[in-house]
């Protein structure tokens, strides 16, 4: 095995009375001194939110104002604190969206559990779940805690959507029903 | 203008200049504590304490200048530590451990009383103008009674270690005797080629540290150098010294917040620790200003420029300059001013420096700067003489 024997010098006389070092680093910290500071002033500036970030959990509509939730309970089975609890409920036949499977009666996901790990977002069928750039959530009850679906809806507004799911269900069916396949 | 005052009894007028003088310097060192946190935050590339503000005084426009300098955040510190309770905990020797932060606190403020500050020119009675010393004890043992009354500091971090009946701040206690006595020595030796210096052998001597600015404000090449150039290992030395005595780090044996919780003051807390913090930085101004005096000519701007050049140049233009009031204020910003830089200094090391571990202290201490001084002296003292016998106009 090669080895290479390292020569160490001993230290010169200046170098042992420590002075030049300690000017080279007085050196180091005053240029530090002077330069601006890395803060953040925080509730004045507020960070940049790189993309893909997971922030606070919330639901959204698709561009036509239509929940895209379907209360499938993937996510609420999912979410590994248990954090969201859903009562499904059915959509009434002469609503517009009567088309679409079913929506939440009731969706609610405690703060005080969620561990922001994004499997909820990562498993619905429907991308109706994103975790947001929100990072500060706060509230003095524990009841405050808990977001409803309606600040769910509040916290997540419209998204873009590229499929149109249920629409194109619901012409494929049509279009069925008139005798073409499919 | 001013006659009144010198018609006040003389009893009457020490203890006013006595209580003023002391009412600047526990403001000033209470401030460090805030100057102290500004510099490590900007040095760590912080902006430090920056939010307290009274909301009453918000609207005031320009004051966000004095609420980043974290001014305010010094005032709310204040009132905490005068105001939250101050526990006395069950198993201290109650009353030495009373005693401690006050006797830190009577040499810190003492020692100040043979230090001046500035100089004016005092008009005699035969119209001659003498420069006289803004100084409330003008003595001849001068710097002796500073060393003899800073040393008793020591004492206060002993009894607080020791009073405290605790294992950590006894540790810290004795390891402040060990580090003061140690040090105390090589101060004391560097300095004496300064008074070898000025003492001429024959003539008066005196300790007086307004003789020794004098000497710094004469005419000619070595007249008017300071002696931080005529003798700089001495100056090293003496500094080195004084982060000791002060327990600045890097020597920050008796505190050792990383090995011994707090040190002495482990048991200590709101206004009694507040209490031995002013007293350490009133020790770094005391300590500061002696170093300005003794290497860096004291109030004199510029090296070989002294303030009586300074101000009779500058009556030229403005008659009031020379004016007692306006040249003390001079010489006092001016000091101030060389104070304030080493204030910082202590900061900036402090920031720079790793601690040494508590053997190094001692090496340091006893193996290094002991001889340095000792052979600087003997240096000195061979070099005064062969001027003195060869060269005695140079």
Known sequence: MATITVERKPLSFLERTYIPNIVAGLTTTFKRMIKPTETLQYPEQRPAIPLGYRGVPTLVNDPHGREKCVSCQLCEFVCPPKAIRITPGEIADDEPNAHVEKRPKAFEIDMLRCIYCGLCQEVCPEEAIFLQNQYSMTGFTRAEMVNDKDRLYELGGTLPDQHYKWDKKKSAAEAASHGGHH | ?394
């Open chain 2, 1 to 394: 203008m001013f006659d009144f005052y010198f018609d006040l009894p003389l009893w009457f007028r020490l203890v006013l200049q006595g209580t003023i003088v002391i009412l600047v310097l526990f403001p000033l060192a209470a401030a460090c504590s805030m100057a102290e946190r500004k510099i490590s935050a900007w040095i760590q590339g912080r902006p430090g304490p920056n939010r307290t503000i009274p909301p009453f005084l918000a609207w005031i426009p320009g004051i966000n200048i004095i609420r980043n300098l974290g001014l305010f955040q010094l005032a709310a510190d204040g009132g905490k530590f005068t105001f939250k309770e101050d526990p006395v905990p069950g198993n201290v020797n109650k009353f030495y451990f009373i005693l401690a932060p006050i006797l830190a606190m009577i040499p810190a403020l003492s020692t100040i009383s043979f230090v001046p500050f500035g100089a004016y020119f005092k008009t005699l009675a035969d119209g001659t103008r003498e420069l006289t010393p803004i100084i409330l004890a003008n003595t001849d043992v001068g710097l002796l009674a500073v060393f003899a009354v800073s040393s008793l500091g020591v004492y206060a971090l002993i009894l607080a270690g020791w009073a405290s009946n605790s294992k950590y701040p006894f540790l810290g206690g004795v390891r402040a005797s060990a580090q003061l006595i140690s040090y105390e020595l090589s101060m004391t030796l560097s300095i004496l080629p300064i008074f070898l210096w000025i003492n001429a052998p024959g003539g008066e001597g005196t300790l007086s540290l307004f003789n020794v600015v004098q000497t710094q404000s004469q005419v000619g090449f070595l007249g008017g150098m300071w002696y931080i150039f005529l003798m700089p290992v001495s100056a090293l030395v003496f500094l080195v010294a004084l982060f000791a005595e002060t327990n600045r780090q890097p020597f920050d044996m008796p505190e050792s917040e990383s090995d011994l919780v707090g040190g002495f003051h482990t048991e200590y807390g709101a206004f009694k620790w507040s209490l031995f913090f002013v007293a350490e930085y009133a020790h770094m101004i005391v300590g500061s200003g002696i170093f300005c005096l003794l290497f860096l000519g004291g109030w004199n701007p510029l090296p070989w420029v002294s303030l009586a050049d300074l101000v009779n140049f500058g009556a030229g233009f403005l008659p009031i300059i020379a004016a007692p009031l306006v040249m003390g204020l001079l010489a006092i910003t001016l000091f101030l001013l060389k104070v304030g830089f080493f204030i910082f200094f202590f900061m900036w090391v402090r920031w720079t420096l790793p601690r040494f571990r508590y053997d190094q202290v001692m090496n340091l201490g006893w193996k290094k700067l002991l001889p340095l001084s000792i052979a600087n002296l003997i240096f000195y003292a061979v070099a005064i003489a062969v001027k003195d016998l060869y060269f005695p106009n140079l």
